[in-house]
């Protein structure tokens, strides 16, 4: 952004590389919880769900 020319086709090359790294981040995640799912009892389920509930929501006020 501070070169005299803007890049259009650099960033949106770097958009889209972006994206399949939050994609590849999420679906790691995903696949992660349903892991740890299987493996847990429905109470440790709830107790999961809520810790993560907490972490979401203090982390939206970043």
Known sequence: MLL????????EALRV?????AD???RRIV???ADAAEALTPSQR?????HLKA???KGAGL
């Not at 005299?4 to 960033?11: K, V, Y």
């Not at 709830?46 to 809520?50: D, G, P, Q, S, Y």
Request: hydrophobic content about 40%; glycine content about 8%; overall charge positive.
């Open 4 to 11: 005299p020319s803007i890049d259009r086709a650099g960033l």
């Open 17 to 21: 590389e972006q994206v399949k790294q």
């Open 24 to 26: 590849r981040a999420s």
């Open 31 to 33: 696949q992660g919880l």
């Open 46 to 50: 709830v107790r999961l769900a809520a």
């Open 55 to 57: 972490v979401h929501h």
